[in-house]
């Protein structure tokens, strides 16, 4: 544990090449050592669809994923997302989570920002994501919706 906070400690990031898109006094990170399971857990409660989680369930849902990007203020970890990809052609992007405490400031866009403009993200040409509830947010940072997007839901959502 201490190993692990001594790596997240030096994975801070503070810095966009872009300036204009932080939250000042926010602190942004790309790595899955960045985050714990537990803090990642609470930050699911606020959530419809990912409050059943279980630590196991998380962990290996990390062990999966190819980029985290997250975000902490006064050491407590506030904002999160999740990006599968090839690094080439696709790329998928989950689980936008910013605590409520924080919403309304700008978090969530500057999280997406630092995201979807991450220097391994950047040229990926095409990023989809799945929402109902944040489809108008999306839209403001050039997502689109379009027909054609399938999907194979085993379970309902709030169960997975």
Request: glycine content about 6%; proline content about 3%; overall charge positive.
């Amino acid at each position: 544990m201490v190993k692990m906070k001594k790596q997240r400690k030096d994975l801070m990031k503070q810095n966009f090449e872009n300036k204009e898109n932080i939250c000042p006094g926010y602190y942004y990170y790309d790595s899955k050592l960045a985050i714990t399971t537990e803090e990642l857990q609470d930050l699911y409660r606020f959530t419809r669809w990912g409050r059943s989680r279980s630590l196991e369930q998380i962990e290996k849902m990390l062990e999966g994923t190819s980029m985290c990007f997250s975000v902490r203020y006064n050491g407590k970890l506030v904002a999160f997302c999740r990006i599968l990809t090839d690094f080439v052609f696709r790329g998928s992007l989950w689980d936008i989570l910013v605590h409520p405490d924080h919403q309304g400031k700008g978090l969530g866009s500057s999280l997406l920002r630092y995201a979807l403009g991450h220097p391994s993200i950047r040229s990926v040409p095409i990023i989809v994501t799945y929402t109902s509830e944040l489809i108008e947010f999306m839209c403001k940072l050039g997502f689109e919706t379009r027909d054609g997007l399938l999907i194979l839901q085993r379970r309902p959502i709030e169960y997975s």
